[in-house]
């Protein structure tokens, strides 16, 4: 149980365009989703939580503007990297879990690899 | 949340246990101790958690000493595919808001 699927695994992009990464809760319902940031050899960088029905809360210094967040369902978050640049390419995860869930662990996507040429 | 402190890197070989400490000084009451496993290009995958003393399932045990400043965790007789990155995070309760530190990134030799 308790698995998070991200689409598309991979994508690549032209500069200025904007993409958009799906985040669904397979099997379980998720009112609160979390989206990382992930650069080489590096740690996952929590950029937002996102919220069913209401705004996305946005770390300090991401921008709210570029990365859009969308919760409309209580199985579905959307990541949309708008006007994408070079410096935008990394790996992107999102993660789950059900509700009052935490004492079992989050659990995560498979990640998203963007790059953007 | 608690900040936490780990080694960056360890080797170790086949069929050897490993323990990767982490130091957790200012873990609050609430806080869990909650570790993840990571492989390269995939999201991180959750190992164990625990609040103190020993926990043990079928991939590790997880060592918390009464004081809670640090934990350890542990693999046994690890194999080549066990070479990942491992994070140690400390989860206050009913916040749901994880913060990685660097984690440590264990190769397993042959």
């Known amino acids: 149980g308790a698995v998070v699927s991200q689409h598309p695994s991979w994508v690549i992009c032209k500069s200025g365009t904007s993409v958009k990464i799906e985040c669904r809760s397979l099997?379980?319902?998720?009112?609160?989703m979390f989206w990382y940031r992930q650069f080489p050899k590096q740690s996952l960088m929590l950029m937002a939580t996102s919220n069913e029905g209401s705004k996305a809360t946005y770390e300090q210094g991401v921008e709210k503007d570029k990365f859009l967040i969308n919760h409309a369902s209580l199985t579905l978050s959307t990541l949309t990297v708008t006007s994408a640049h070079p410096e935008d390419s990394s790996f992107y995860i999102c993660s789950a879990t059900p509700f009052g869930g935490h004492h079992y662990g989050y659990t995560f996507g498979s990640g998203t690899r963007l790059t953007v040429v | 949340l608690a900040k936490t402190t780990q080694p960056i890197s360890m080797d170790s070989y086949e069929g050897q246990e490993v323990n990767i400490t982490c130091s957790h000084n200012?873990?609050?009451?609430?806080?869990?101790i909650t570790w993840y496993q990571q492989f390269p290009s995939q999201g991180p995958r959750f190992i164990i958690q625990?609040?103190?003393t020993k926990v043990t399932n079928e991939v590790a045990s997880l060592f918390i000493p009464a004081d809670r400043k640090s934990s350890t965790l542990s693999l046994p007789r690890v194999s080549l595919s066990d070479t990942a990155v491992y994070y140690c995070?400390?989860?206050?309760?009913?916040?749901?808001?994880?913060?990685f530190g660097t984690g440590t990134r264990l190769k397993v030799l042959a």
């Open positions: 995070l400390g989860v206050t309760s009913g916040t749901y808001k994880y913060i």
């Open positions: 200012n873990i609050a009451t609430n806080d869990y």
């Open positions: 099997d379980f319902q998720a009112t609160t």
């Open positions: 625990g609040y103190k």
